[in-house]
């Protein structure tokens, strides 16, 4: 991968605390280098703190926009001049625009998720769905489903509150508890299983004291985790010697960062192409 630098090449890049990690420069100049795009993507660390200087300073040194990541996305909610309907809908932006110093703020989370899982096949209209977590990313899979018309969606989250906050949003939505006798109840008649919780993530996500809950699952349903590193989870490893169909969370990473390049370039790219390009890039094992 080669991004050229121009005196024109416009700036992009990811800012969050910690960030470092990020594998977002990697898929955007990627992409940014395959279709000759005039632009460079950055990692920029910045400080909870910070945000509102940071803002500033991008403005003026002439960014052409950002991804965000923890713990911004939230409180980037209120700095911005515009808001599309998801970012408002979740109260968090993960890609901001700058145009005329003015910010305009997307979040493409959930729209990457419902992507890669239509792309495998899985259409959660009329289903019923089961959600592990209740977090930020769950946030934006749980109301990005109920958009797509699930029949049922139910919460299972280690702090109950939270769950039960997101059902405020639909009435197809509801809660369970997250020990195994509960999973076991609310997978039971499921079509659907997605994890949104951090267990089974690389770097300290901890794992599933328990997957037997997933014996209790219906054989035709699929089961997804939002976690791509690694790219097979213990859950995912169980469901799939189980014989369920899975899906990992690395689709949901490329998309929305394709869908947030979009923004960026304002253009239409082509999606699929893109995503294999990225993943080769990423090879993720
Ligand atoms: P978050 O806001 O911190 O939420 C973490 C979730 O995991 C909460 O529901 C939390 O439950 C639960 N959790 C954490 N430790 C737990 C434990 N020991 N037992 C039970 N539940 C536990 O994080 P997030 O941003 O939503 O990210 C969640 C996962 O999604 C991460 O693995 C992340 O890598 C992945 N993700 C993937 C993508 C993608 O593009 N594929 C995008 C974003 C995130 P409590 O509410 O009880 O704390």
Known sequence: MKVELKNTTKKLCVIGDPVLHSKSPLIQNTIISALGLDYIYLCQPVKREELPRWLAAAKAAGYAGFNATMPHKEDLV?????????????????????????????????????????DE???PAGKRVVLLGAGGASKAVALKLVQAGVKSLVICNRTEEKAAALCAYSDVMSTELFDPASLRRAVSTADLLVNGTSLGMDGGGGQF???????????????????????????????????HTTMNGLGMLLNQAIFAL????????DVPKLRALAENALNVS
């Open 121 to 123: 096949g899985i259409d």
């Open 209 to 243: 004291d328990d997957v037997s809950f997933l014996e209790a699952l219906p054989k035709a349903a699929a089961v997804c985790d939002l976690v791509y590193y690694p790219a097979q989870t213990e859950l995912l490893a169980r469901a799939k010697a189980l014989g």
């Open 262 to 269: 979009e923004h960026f370039t304002e253009t239409d790219l």
């Open 78 to 118: 209120t700095l911005m001049d515009e808001l599309d309907e998801d970012a408002k809908c979740y109260g968090s932006v993960n890609t901001v625009c700058i145009k005329n110093s003015k910010l305009y703020g997307y979040n493409t989370d959930g729209r990457g998720f419902l992507r890669a899982l239509l």
